[in-house]
């Protein structure tokens, strides 16, 4: 069969361009499925360490970073005030190492921007409450996260977040509630 020797036939050239937009559609639904990935691993995660928390209540009666037992958990080198909130930078700092001490549970850094996970309280509308916290978060997925487990809204609701949605990359803070 003879082919035109002046470059590719129209069909080589159509063959290329759907061969192209493939790839383009693949690679876009590659980070979709990437950052869908990354919202529900910090979503994840921060149930994870809300159920630590709560697990260490029901065992021992007080909350990690907020007990007050010297004797308790084993290594402990830290008491809190033990009025029932994470409402001291040291209670918030020793928070981690009364669960990593007690239940084996530790921090890791958020896979986004590596933000970090951290507890305390906060108003949120029915009084002052404890949270689950992660930082650097970009406030598009924030929003996504408050969508998927609560109301959408960031200053209503158990999930809030420190600045309005506004679909951005800006990075936020974000408040779930325990
Ligand atoms: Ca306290
Ligand atoms: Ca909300």
């Known amino acids: 069969m003879s082919r035109p020797d002046n470059g590719f036939s129209l ?18 639904k590659g980070q979709a499925i990437l950052y869908n990935a990354r919202v529900h691993r910090v979503a994840s995660d921060m149930k994870e360490y809300a159920h630590a928390f709560l697990l260490y209540y029901d065992r021992y009666g007080m909350y990690p970073g907020d007990e007050n037992d010297p004797s ?3 290594g402990d080198t830290f008491n809190g005030n033990h009025n029932g909130l994470i409402d001291t930078a040291d209670e918030q700092a020793n928070a981690w190492q009364d669960l990593s001490n007690a239940l084996g549970v530790v921090r890791r850094t958020s896979p986004v921007r590596g933000g970090t ?5 906060r108003g949120f509308g029915f009084g002052t409450r404890n949270h689950v916290s992660v930082t650097q978060l970009p406030n598009v997925m924030a929003q996504a996260i408050d969508l998927k487990f609560d109301d959408g809204l960031y200053d209503r ?10 679909g951005s990359d800006t990075l936020v803070t974000l408040y779930w509630r325990m």
């Not at 192209?20 to 876009?28: E, H, K, P, R």
């Not at 609701?157 to 506004?166: E, L, P």
């Open 11 to 28: 069909i080589e050239v159509a063959i290329v361009l759907v061969v192209i937009g493939f790839l383009i559609a693949a690679v876009t």
């Open 157 to 166: 609701g158990n999930i809030q977040c420190s600045a309005s949605y506004d």
């Open 117 to 121: 996970y951290g507890f305390g309280s």
């Open 72 to 74: 308790f958990p084993a």
